[in-house]
């Protein structure tokens, strides 16, 4: 007789971790859904269907163009130093939109009290700062791997 597989269960401290998620998510959901719900489960919808039809092929096919560029410079290697930082600067001007693009800017001054001025030079700063530690990443990680041993070899 075969005994049937056990569902792997965590630890006591995992599984109380993972219920308090669970209800903080779902006080999340009913606060968010308390005033306008229907607006709210629209706009959810259309961001899940605008992206997974536009921006996913849009983000292949920037990946893909890229990757050719750097493949016929035979530069592949250096393909995840702009990746990354341009992946995470795309991910905060898509989470942001609406304030970097100032659309929003009297609601947000409304509902927090705050100045909604400056996001776009803050975005571009971000931007700005994730590129060029990428590129002092890569200037370190080359020299580590060759060029620092050609200096020292030849004193």
Same mark, same amino acid.
């Given at each position: ?7 792997? =269960? ?29 607006? =709210? ?5 259309? *961001?899940?269907?605008?992206? $997974?039809?536009? +921006?996913?092929?849009?983000?292949? *096919? ?7 560029? !750097?493949?016929?410079? $035979? ?11 341009? *992946?995470?600067? +795309?991910?905060?001007? +898509?989470?942001? !939109? ?18 909604? $001025? /400056?996001? +776009? ?6 931007? *700005? =700062?994730? !590129? /060029?530690?990428?590129? =002092?990443? !890569? ?8 060029? /620092? ?7």
């Amino acid at each position: 007789m075969r005994r049937p597989k056990l569902i792997p =269960v965590g630890s006591p401290l995992q599984i109380l971790l993972l219920a308090c998620s669970f209800a903080l998510a779902g006080y999340a959901g009913v606060r968010l859904l308390e005033g306008d719900w229907f607006e =709210v489960a629209l706009w959810f919808v259309g *961001a899940a269907i605008v992206h $997974d039809l536009v +921006l996913v092929p849009l983000y292949g *096919a920037a990946d893909q163009a890229l990757l050719r560029g !750097f493949e016929a410079a $035979d530069r592949r290697s250096w393909m995840p130093y702009v990746r990354v930082p341009a *992946a995470l600067s +795309l991910l905060l001007l +898509l989470v942001w !939109f609406p304030l970097i693009t100032g659309r929003v800017a009297d609601r947000y001054a409304g509902g927090t009290g705050l100045n909604p $001025d /400056g996001f +776009l030079a803050r975005w571009l700063l971000i931007t *700005a =700062v994730l !590129f /060029g530690g990428s590129a =002092v990443v !890569f200037v370190v990680s080359r020299w580590r791997s060759g060029g /620092g041993r050609r200096a020292s070899s030849s004193s």
